[in-house]
T-cell receptor
Framework: QKEVEQNSGPLSVPEGAIASLNCTYSDRGSQSFFWYRQYSGKSPELIMSIYSNGDKEDGRFTAQLNKASQYVSLLIRDSQPSDSATYLC????????????FGKGTMLLVSP | DGGITQSPKYLFRKEGQNVTLSCEQNLNHDAMYWYRQDPGQGLRLIYY???????QKGDIAEGYSVSREKKESFPLTVTSAQKNPTAFYLC?????????????FGSGTRLTVV
């Protein structure tokens, strides 16, 4: 079964620190990778996408992809209390489905 | 503004009752999806549709049904055969298949069995 794995957390960091969120996936042929942020009781919102090996930066967010290790990460620099949320990793797998497979999410808590 | 509208926001179902969750999008997206989210769980795919009048079962389709008569609309019916329907239901859409640019989500419907 195709899987996406994330630590459930919570990951606790102080305000201003770097938060590092990790995700592994089982399908070596996976094509596209996404990070969603979900506040409690709300729907997920797309914050980053990455398609090729390396780093992709957007403001305080950096996504990192290593297809050889089947690993994708999200770094949040200068973490703010408003970043406290659950972060979902989603992967487009090469399984014949044209749908995203989601991890269970990592809860991030940023303390003032 | 373009987006996805889910209604109702909260829904209460009695035992043995069928209920229908609405999902409408004005983004001109071809593909639409239904996911279920339980506390502490990831999103699990119920059904998806890549084109009008066609849809596919996802991982947990039992006890659910859908229709796609219009590009803009993808309603989900939770039937009495679904034994544990209490969950947060999310509708999503995407511009194309394969999903190269991710999904846009609606605001969700929280269904509770009473």
């Amino acid at each position: 079964q195709k899987e996406v794995e994330q630590n459930s957390g919570p990951l606790s960091v102080p305000e201003g620190a770097i938060a590092s969120l990790n995700c592994t996936y089982s399908d070596r042929g996976s094509q596209s990778f996404f990070w969603y942020r979900q506040y409690s009781g709300k729907s997920p919102e797309l914050i980053m996408s990455i398609y090729s090996n390396g780093d992709k930066e957007d403001g305080r967010f950096t996504a990192q992809l290593n297809k050889a290790s089947q690993y994708v990460s999200l770094l949040i620099r200068d973490s703010q209390p408003s970043d406290s949320a659950t972060y979902l990793c989603a992967v487009l797998m090469n399984s014949g489905y044209s749908t995203l497979t989601f991890g269970k999410g990592t809860m991030l808590l940023v303390s003032p | 503004d373009g987006g996805i509208t889910q209604s109702p926001k909260y829904l209460f179902r009695k035992e043995g009752q069928n209920v229908t969750l609405s999902c409408e999008q004005n983004l001109n997206h071809d593909a639409m999806y239904w996911y279920r989210q339980d506390p502490g769980q990831g999103l699990r795919l119920i059904y998806y549709s890549q084109i009008v009048n066609d849809f596919q079962k996802g991982d947990i389709a039992e006890g659910y049904s859908v229709s796609r008569e219009k590009k803009e609309s993808f309603p989900l019916t939770v039937t009495s055969a679904q034994k544990n329907p209490t969950a947060f239901y999310l509708c999503a859409s995407s511009t194309q298949v394969p999903v190269s640019y991710g999904y846009t989500f609606g605001s969700g419907t929280r269904l509770t069995v009473v």
